[in-house]
């Protein structure tokens, strides 16, 4: 059983920093790209920031958050982090960890296979 475990949201004011983290197991954490997308209310899901599996490289941000938001991970203890300088009232949203069976990264949520519960970020002003 495939499970993804977001921790690190909260309320913060903005220009603060927050670091989410996504512990994964039951999948082969290495060769899987892994993303974050979040969601405000009223809103659809967006992209944030993909990651590339072993058999592939690279990663990418969204445009609303580049250079502010850094992607990365540590194979060794299967966890994604979402580091996220800057923060803005707009960042508010519910922040998803998702992985895909494949090794390269995508921005499009409908080709991520396994999803953890989210994380609230609430940025105040």
């Known amino acids: 059983q495939v499970q993804l475990v977001e921790s690190g949201g909260g309320l913060v004011q903005a220009g603060d920093s927050l670091r989410l983290s996504c512990v994964v197991s039951g999948l082969s954490f290495n060769r899987a790209a892994m993303g974050w997308f979040r969601q405000a209310p009223g809103k659809e899901r967006a992209f944030v920031a993909t990651?590339?599996?072993?058999?592939?490289?690279?990663?990418a941000v969204a445009n609303s958050v580049k250079g502010r938001f850094t992607i990365s991970r540590d194979n060794a203890k299967n966890t994604l982090y979402l580091q996220m300088d800057s923060l803005i009232p707009d960042d508010t949203a519910v922040y998803y960890c998702?992985?895909?069976?494949?090794?390269?990264?995508?921005?499009?949520?409908?080709?991520?296979?396994?999803w953890g519960q989210g994380t609230q970020v609430t940025v105040s002003s």
């Open positions: 990651i590339s599996g072993i058999f592939s490289s690279g990663a």
């Open positions: 998702a992985g895909r069976g494949e090794s390269w990264s995508s921005s499009n949520p409908a080709t991520y296979d396994y």
